[in-house]
């Protein structure tokens, strides 16, 4: 049996170890491609089930539109959501872990559930008496900021300090200074810089005022499709880097 699917979406939402976050729908960040759903290549092989069982099934895309919630269309609405469609493309990135739209996320985990319910229900009532999908697989910000690293905090402690400048950007793997300044925005960086940036600050510097590292930006964005352009460059760029290394670790 699997359970019912709640009616908040944020239940969805994995919560971070690091202290991270969500805030519902600050500056529209719902909208841009700023999350992962994980778990769900590994839910389909725990239960036996092939991708290409459950890839593509105009069925299965019907069942997960019906089963989207009204309070999930109320909390998020059109536009910038789409709950009533749902392609092909998005099972894939769902399954890779691929960077998504909140709500297509969102939708991905449904496919799930109405996979698991309506072609492989035989194969999970086998395993499991009552099968907990959504502990399992979670939706995951991929975008953060650290509280206290603000344009007050830049101004007054890195502004004219070109050395601390060199040595944060070292710690966070960063080149440019563009990095700090949308840090200091209350942009939106990576996890990993995030909590390097903090860490750096907090531990190295003993900055006190840094905060928790969380995944929202907390006031408006200047020149906004340019710094979500250049986020997803950083994060397609280590997504990469990560990869290669995977290869030639298993080369070895």
Not at 22 to 28: L, P
Not at 132 to 158: C, M, Q, S, T
Not at 161 to 175: M, P, R, T, V
Not at 194 to 222: H, W
């Amino acid at each position: 049996m699997l359970p019912k699917i709640p009616n908040d979406f944020m239940d969805l939402v994995e919560q971070d170890s690091e202290g991270a976050f969500f805030a519902k729908w600050q500056e529209k960040v719902g909208q841009y491609y700023f999350y992962r759903v994980v778990g769900f290549d590994e839910v389909l092989k725990h239960a036996g089930i092939r991708f290409a069982d459950i890839f593509d099934n105009d069925d299965l895309k019907q069942a997960t539109i019906d089963l989207v919630p009204e309070s999930w269309k109320r909390e998020f609405p059109r536009p910038p959501a789409d709950w009533s469609s749902f392609k092909k493309d998005q099972v894939t990135w769902a399954k890779d872990s691929g960077f998504q739209r909140f709500d297509k996320a969102c939708m991905s985990v449904l496919y799930l559930y109405a996979a698991l319910r309506d072609i492989a229900g035989h194969k999970v009532a086998e395993l499991y008496d009552f099968f907990d999908l959504f502990h399992y697989v979670k939706i995951r910000p991929a975008l953060f900021a650290v509280e206290g690293f603000d344009k007050d905090f830049y101004d007054a402690n890195i502004a004219r300090n070109e050395k601390l400048e060199n040595d944060a950007l070292s710690a966070c793997g960063q080149i440019e200074r563009r990095f700090l300044l949308m840090a200091a925005a209350q942009g939106v960086i990576t996890r990993n810089s995030a909590i390097a940036l903090r860490d750096f600050f907090k531990n190295e510097r003993g900055f006190a005022s840094m905060g928790r590292v969380i995944c929202r930006p907390t006031r408006p964005i200047k020149n906004e499709l340019e710094q979500v352009s250049y986020d997803i460059e950083e994060l397609v760029a280590t997504d990469a880097k990560s990869k290669r290394k995977e290869v030639k670790a298993r080369g070895k």
